[in-house]
Each structure stands twice: as C-alpha cells, then as structure tokens.
C-alpha cells in the first residue's frame, strides 16, 4: 500500500520524462552514495524531475532502488544462459571475474558494486533492500553451482568438489573487488587479485 503522502499518478496519463534515461541516472546516484544516503533530492535532482514525478512513475525509493538493481543486475536468463553456454564453470567463473573488474572501474561510472555498496550500512530501514540484493547473489551462486555440479558430472572437477562453497567463494571474491575499487585498486589490480584467487581452482583427477 502506498503512503498517504505518495502522490498518485492519474490513470492513462504519459510520462512527461524518459523513464528509462531517468532510471539510469537513479541507479549511478544509489551505486555512488548508497541506498540510504541517497536522498530523495539527490535521485530527482540526477533525474531531472520531481519529487511527484519520481513517486509516480516509481512508486517510493525503495521501489526505485529494486528497479534500479534490476537494471545493473541485467537479465537473470540470459546471464544463467551465458553461464550455462562457458566452456567450464572456471571459465565462467574467470569471464564474470573479468567483466566485474572492468565494471568495478569504469570511466563513466562509480568504482565498485552497486549491490556491495547500496547496502553497506545495514541499518533495520533498509533489509527489504538488503534481502532483494541478497536474493540476486544467492541468484548469481546457484548459476555457478549449477554449471560446477555439470563439471563434476563430466569428470572435469573432482568428484568431492563442493559446489557451493566453490560458488561461494567466487561471490565472495567479486564483493572483495569491489571494496578494492572503492579504495582506488586499478583493473590491472583487479584482476591480478582474481588470477591469483582462481589458482585455488580444483584441477580435474589425473
């Protein structure tokens, strides 16, 4: 239900802004500042619109924020499918390293993860957030579990291998990246980190 103050949008009316744009401009302001500390100035201010606008369009900022992990999350499908379609689980598991260290520290975007950084101050307000940014790395682990337990099937990991710590410390190791970037680590940095870590890959029985 939505708060007596939120303001309603009338029924069929157009939007007089392009959503999509304005999205975006949400999603660099929360990967930037946080979740909490983003206030509602901030968003509209990076969105070029108003307060009603935002509440219209969007719902509140929490509605705002979900949709706006969504979109730098990107399709759940097609990433389980680009998974799904990597020659091995450490493939996958090397190539999504990679494009996080190149995300992590791009020229047009805030260092680091959206996800790490939106929540990072934990408070009782915002674990709706934390739960719906929790679900899509648990998401992410059990893509990567999944293609692991499909090597271990072939023979190509050892067959005691366990899929989900394996997967684990992956999501683990992309959240340490991201506080690396925050800090100012390079992408060569980066990925050095990622290279080193990936050598504790489990090698398939001789």
């Not at 157009?14 to 968003?43: C, K, N």
């Amino acid at each position: 239900m939505k708060p007596l103050s939120t303001p309603l949008r009338k029924t069929g009316r157009p939007l007089s802004f392009d959503r999509s744009a304005a999205l975006r401009q949400a999603m660099l302001v929360f990967w930037r500042h946080g979740y909490e500390t983003s206030s509602i100035a901030d968003l509209t201010g990076a969105m070029g619109i108003t307060p009603p606008s935002l509440y219209a369009a969007f719902g509140d900022k929490k509605q705002l924020f979900l949709e706006a992990a969504r979109l730098y999350a990107g399709d759940p499908a097609a990433f389980a499918a680009t998974i799904d379609r990597a020659p091995s689980a450490f493939d996958a598991a090397s190539e999504m390293l990679d494009a996080v260290a190149t995300a992590f520290t791009g020229d047009d975007t805030p260092r680091g993860c959206l996800l790490a950084s939106a929540t990072a101050s934990g408070s009782a307000a915002a674990e709706d957030v934390q739960r719906a940014v929790a679900d899509i790395r648990r998401a992410i682990a059990a893509d990567l579990a999944a293609r692991i337990a499909r090597d271990i099937a072939d023979g190509a990991l050892p067959a005691d291998t366990d899929t989900a710590a394996l997967a684990g410390m992956v999501v683990a190791l992309i959240q340490g990246m991201s506080v690396l970037a925050r800090d100012g680590a390079s992408r060569n940095t980066l990925q050095a980190v990622a290279g080193a870590a990936m050598k504790a890959w489990p090698s398939a029985p001789e």
